[in-house]
């Protein structure tokens, strides 16, 4: 018996933003904060526009992946590569508790969402929610506390009035 995984079909141009949406997201392991997510398609792309939007955002030269050969061909020599399920618990758990947390990601219920700019601005919201607002139900704390970024748990009207670049 011979076992083949999926091959990933190659995107035309016309077809970046149509289709099948990851969202990939990078994992401050030691704090939990989600350091940079990413919609688009399942290639190289992507991947290459995570480890960039990471980098500077941590001194650790260490990626826990799973096994698709898109890392290997992406992540810089200089970087460390794991991989295997056992290093990706966290990031899984962490997957699980957003998707739960956000209806437009339930693909069986009616409010699926299917457009990518509101994928991606969703995105931008749940990250946002997660770091700064979501307290860890054992720990008591957010993300953003345990990175040392805050001493207290934002609400929304403190997510939403803080001054950011455009």
């Keep these: 018996m011979v076992i083949r995984r999926k091959k990933q079909k ?22 939990g904060l989600i350091l940079a997510a990413r919609v688009g398609k399942h290639t190289d792309d992507l991947i290459e526009e995570l480890v960039v939007s990471s980098e500077g955002k941590t001194v650790c030269k260490q990626w826990n992946s ?11 020599p200089e970087i460390l ?19 739960q947390q956000t209806g437009r990601w339930h693909r069986r219920q009616n409010k699926f969402g299917k457009v990518w700019a ?8 749940v990250v946002s929610y997660f770091n700064w607002i979501w307290s860890h139900s054992r720990l008591k704390t957010t993300a953003a506390q345990r990175a040392g970024l805050t001493l207290q748990p934002w609400a929304w009207h403190d997510l939403l009035t803080y001054p950011t670049i455009i």
């Design 118 to 125: 509101q994928t991606k601005v969703t995105t931008r919201l």
């Design 10 to 31: 190659q995107c035309l141009p016309g077809e970046l933003e149509v289709g099948d949406c990851w969202i990939g997201v990078s994992l401050a392991d030691s704090s």
């Design 66 to 76: 799973d096994d698709w050969g898109g890392y290997e061909r992406v992540l810089p």
């Design 81 to 99: 590569h794991y991989i295997g399920k056992d290093k990706t618990q966290r990031l899984e758990r962490t997957n699980g508790i957003v998707r």
